[in-house]
Every structure is written in structure tokens, then in C-alpha cells.
């Protein structure tokens, strides 16, 4: 964050980071929030098992994930996981089986910038296993995991971690 120094409005280098959410200019009082970005993990499940994804692109490359995405503007997060769903896996989801479960604060580094997200966690329990046509720029490979068998060192990012611990304990 502190690498963006010179004020988009007045083009002085004077522009500050508070460190939290913000910059501001000195010398205009330009000021540009750094928001909280919304995303979307949506855990599909079949009986004791739970689908993952394999990053196939940093951050966290290799990791196993949970199918989601970054809400785009003027989207709900339904629409979030409806879309990413679609993108990654070619999956048609029927919303009225789309269950909203928790929301955890995160952050997410993308190009040395370090983005705070509220990750949204949704399930999406399906009566039968089936074949996943992925995405290869975003994902390597999908794995359906026994409860059980899940590593939660494996898992690509803090929330999810902290949510699956959770979810595996109730």
C-alpha cells in the first residue's frame, strides 16, 4: 500500500496511507478508500463429502479451495455464486438449495496489494456426485473429501480454515 504515493487528482506525491483503509492528499484532500470487498466460498456437499477446488494460480496456488469468487458490482452474492459456480465448473445452480451459513472477515494479496474481503460462506448440498468441467486458468482439479479426511493446512485461506473448523466440529 505505501507504494502509491503520488496524488491521483493533483499528481503531487503527496498522498498517505492511514494504514487501515484510506489515502489522502496533503495538498488537495483527495481522499480514496481502500473498501472491503465482498466474496463468495460456497461449500458443496454430497452426504459426508465436500467438493474442493485446486488453485491453479497465485495467491495460494496448489491449495485446495472452496468454489467462489469476488462479487462483482451491482451483483447480490447469489448472483455471485451462481456465476462462479458457472465459470469454474460449469455447474447450474438451483438457488432455492443455496443456504447462506456464516461470513468471516479476510484478506486477500493480489499483485503486492492486500485486500481485506468479507467472505461469504454458502452450501450447496447435491443428491449425486458429478463430473466437473473446470476452468483450467482458475483451478488444477476438484476433490470431493470425506469430513473426516479434510486437512485444514491444506486449505488455501484463513477464513475458510476458520470456517471448516467450525463447520467440521457441529
Known sequence: MNELNFCPKCGHETLIWDQEKKWSCSQCNFVLYHNVAGAVAV??????????????Q????????????FVDPKESVEETCVRELFEEMKIKVDLSKLKYLAALPNTYEYKNILYNTL????????????????????????VWIKKADIDLNEIAFDS??????KYLSS
Do not use: C, H, W
Open 58 to 69: 497465485d495467491p495460494k496456488k496448489g491449495k485446495l479451495d472452496l468454489a467462489g469468487g
Open 160 to 165: 475458510q480454515q476458520t470456517f471448516l473448523k
Open 119 to 142: 467472505d461469504l460462506f454458502y452450501k450447496y448440498e447435491v443428491s449425486e456426485k458429478f463430473t466437473v468441467e473446470m476452468e483450467i486458468s482458475e483451478i488444477s482439479e476438484t
Open 43 to 56: 461449500l458443496i456437499t454430497f452426504k459426508d463429502e465436500i467438493l474442493f477446488t485446486r488453485r491453479n
